[in-house]
């Protein structure tokens, strides 16, 4: 692994200092809460709004599949190590958590996303109303601030129409709201099994018209993979540093929001194991990854503008924001050296809400995005940089216009339909052309319509029915134009965007203040899918080829109930059959095949127990078997794992407030595949997932 960088190891003893100093001294006291007291919610469909839909409309009047998290299931006793924490139970959304950070978790929704070989693809993700995902499709959640989330949407389904280049599903993330008090100040940290650390400064506040938030967190972490050539030690350690800030402000007839953040991030890579070594049980890394040194080392910073309010008797919002990104990265047969930058914005005007019949409410708005690449490979020698094997520019410059309206036809249905045209345009500039192949220079458009339609019916004033056809589409990554079976510059030119029509049928039912119960079933058809495959002559390198067909057939259902005042529980259940229509590489016929990466079903159940200021949780999770690879000649085997926390709400110790807690994580210390490396090469499907783990945490306020 790379050396921490000297900013990250004098921010992380800064840090700890300024933790110290901050319980020490502060003497401002509150009467807000923290996660850990946030109480249960009871449930109502009808109160809850979302914005995902690019407006804020309420979930019981949206035709499309929409799930949401609060700040209770966001923070109460959870350890802030992964998103999988933030979407536990949502139907038709899996996350593949590697325990890797060197290659990030996995994010599907019905599908989109399962094959990403690194990082979050098929996936439109926006985290206070700034996008995480890039002009090429490609989104890194590195940055994300786990610890200060207070709010998570997630819109099941395509959305292409709105958010354009892949959009199989929207994550749509939001900073907890700053407390209507001057000052408050909450520490936490988290000790656990396998080298985890974590610690977290929260401080917030509001004064006048202003609100503000600095979230500072540190995580180490060991891990459970081990180094073949020094069992005791680890290797996929992981060390990372975020600083988040968010600032709001009232300004003319609207909210202007200001948002920042900084990522410092060191990981080692330990590489997937074939089907013999998983079996037996070894959690070694691979041999060839510590030989060739395989880490990610990321240093990122991003800023973004968001203003929203009134304009001339219209809605209006527009966004700004840029970023950084620099990445070292060996990986097995190559050494990436990246360095991005990248902006876009958005503008968007929307008629004023008017729920009454014969009216239409509408939007209208355009998203400019904009990326530049600047990208090196090497040979890999042994985890040393060797002779230069690629040196280019790349480029992707996007524009989006789309519409969208909402029409009500009468006091029990209401139709929603829009469309977005997009444009892209990658360029490459081929700067080593002493290589034998020449200048490989050039560029490749792109566009795409995207149409939606969907309507809407209350049946009464607690069950509702909805049926929606979307689109969506996918452009290539630069990494996946990039990386070129034949080793040549420039990009594949034979890989083409992915596309998918949708339709989907749903029904939403309210039983009285306690009991809420959602169903969905879908088929999505798509042309050009995009798989990924390793080949011989370079294992652990990702390349992708278009399939011919492939589809995607579904029913999610989920049920919520409050059982009494202190008990609440939850059922999430995902039925999908994914399977190739027409594909075949070479003289090998993939037809009918199940599509690797997306397990057929999955299971997951809560059931929360809260007396007076404690609290306890348990949770089980099914994951069905899932392919590893096109040809389908090895399935993984189905799991299921049982997970228990509890803790306190509050503990006055002096004139601090406290709040433990702590957890356990695989009780029965279940062997299992966490994810899939798909069509890894040599057999190298499976990326094991920890056996039982404890944690221990506590969080302080004044």
């Known amino acids: 692994m790379s050396e921490i960088s000297i900013f990250n190891r004098n921010l992380n003893a800064s840090f700890t200092l300024f933790v110290l100093i901050t319980l020490s001294n502060v003497g401002v006291h509150d009467t807000t809460v923290s996660a850990q007291q946030l109480p249960d919610s009871v449930i109502s469909i009808d109160s809850l709004t979302v914005t995902v839909l690019r407006g804020s409309d309420g979930i019981n009047q949206t035709p499309y599949a929409i799930s949401i998290r609060d700040q209770v299931d966001l923070q109460r006793g959870n350890i802030g190590l992964s998103l999988e924490e933030a979407l536990q139970g949502i139907p038709g959304v899996h996350v593949q958590n590697r325990y890797n950070y060197a290659v990030g978790e996995r994010i599907?929704?019905?599908?989109?996303?399962?094959r990403a070989g690194f990082g979050v693809r098929g996936v439109k993700v926006i985290v206070d109303g700034i996008p995480a995902t890039m002009a090429d499709g490609q989104s890194t959640l590195d940055h994300v601030d786990i610890g200060s989330l207070g709010r998570a949407e997630v819109l099941r389904g395509p959305a292409s129409a709105l958010y354009g280049n892949g959009s199989g599903g929207v994550l749509s993330l939001q900073t907890a709201e700053p407390p209507d008090v001057p000052f408050q100040?909450?520490?936490k940290g988290v000790i656990g099994s396998n080298g985890l650390t974590r610690l977290e400064s929260n401080t917030s506040g509001r004064y006048q018209n202003t609100s503000y938030l600095v979230n500072l967190s540190r995580l180490n972490y060991d891990g459970f993979r081990t180094n073949p050539q020094s069992p005791a030690d680890p290797y996929g350690t992981a060390g990372r540093l975020n600083l988040n800030t968010n600032v709001s402000t009232e300004l003319a007839t609207g909210v202007l929001r200001i948002t920042g953040n900084i990522l410092d991030l060191d990981a080692q890579n330990p590489g997937s194991l074939n089907r013999s070594d998983f079996d037996a049980g070894v959690?070694?890394?691979?041999?060839?990854?510590?030989?060739?040194?395989?880490?990610?080392n990321v240093r990122q910073g991003q800023l973004g503008l968001n203003w929203t309010g009134d304009l001339a008797n219209m809605g209006a919002e527009f966004t700004t924001w840029g970023l950084f990104r620099n990445l070292d990265n060996p990986i097995p047969p190559r050494i990436i050296d990246l360095r991005r930058k990248a902006f876009g914005s958005r503008a968007v005007l929307s008629s004023m809400k008017n729920e009454t019949p014969g009216s239409l409410m509408w939007s209208i708005g355009t998203d400019l995005d904009y990326q530049r690449d600047a990208r090196k490979n090497f040979q890999n020698s042994a985890g040393t940089k060797g002779s230069l094997s690629l040196d280019q520019y790349e480029t992707v410059s996007a524009i989006g216009f789309f519409a969208q309206g909402r029409a009500i036809l009468n006091e029990k249905i209401s139709a929603m339909g829009g469309a977005r045209y997009d444009y892209f345009r990658f360029g490459v500039t081929d700067r080593l052309t002493t290589d034998g192949n020449g200048d490989e220079s050039g560029q490749r458009n792109m566009t795409s319509l995207s149409p939606t339609l969907g309507?809407?019916?209350?049946?009464?004033?607690?069950?509702?029915?909805?049926?929606?056809l979307a689109t969506s589409f996918a452009t290539p990554t630069t990494t996946e134009l990039a990386n070129r079976p034949d080793g040549a510059g420039?990009?594949?030119?034979?890989?083409?965007?992915q596309k998918g029509l949708t339709g989907e049928v749903g029904f939403?039912?309210?039983?009285?203040?306690?009991?809420?119960?959602e169903f969905s079933a879908y088929r999505t058809s798509m042309t050009d899918e995009l798989v990924p495959f390793e080949d011989a002559l370079q294992p652990g390198r990702t390349f992708y080829r278009n399939a011919g067909s492939s589809t995607y057939q579904g029913f999610e259902n989920s049920i919520q109930v409050l059982i009494t005042d202190k008990v609440f529980t939850r059922l999430s259940h995902t039925l999908i059959n994914a399977t190739f229509g027409k594909f075949s590489v070479d003289d090998e016929t993939f037809d009918g095949n199940r599509i690797p990466g997306t397990p057929r079903r999955r299971l997951d159940g809560m059931v929360r127990f809260t007396e007076n200021n404690w609290y306890g949780e348990i949770r089980g999770d099914y994951v069905g078997s899932m392919a590893v690879n096109d040809s389908n000649s090895e399935f993984t085997t189905s799991y299921f794992i049982w997970e228990l926390r509890g803790g306190f709400s509050e503990i006055q110790v002096g004139g601090l407030k406290m709040a433990p807690?702590?957890?356990?994580?695989?009780?029965?210390n279940?062997?299992?595949?966490?994810?899939?490396?798909?069509?890894?090469?040599?057999?190298?499907?499976?990326?094991?997932?920890?056996?039982?783990?404890?944690?221990?945490?506590?969080?302080?306020?004044?």
């Open 508 to 517: 939403r039912r309210q039983w009285g203040s306690r009991v809420s119960t």
């Open 670 to 702: 279940k062997t299992y595949s966490a994810a899939v490396a798909v069509n890894a090469f040599g057999g190298r499907f499976y990326e094991p997932g920890p056996k039982r783990a404890f944690y221990l945490g506590l969080s302080t306020q004044p």
């Open 455 to 468: 309507i809407h019916a209350n049946l009464n004033g607690a069950s509702s029915l909805y049926a929606n």
């Open 283 to 296: 959690v070694s890394a691979r041999s060839y990854n510590v030989k060739q040194n395989t880490y990610k």
């Open 661 to 668: 807690f702590g957890g356990v994580s695989n009780i029965f």
């Open 108 to 114: 599907s929704i019905r599908g989109f996303g399962a």
């Open 185 to 187: 100040q909450i520490v």
């Open 490 to 497: 420039g990009f594949n030119s034979e890989l083409n965007p």
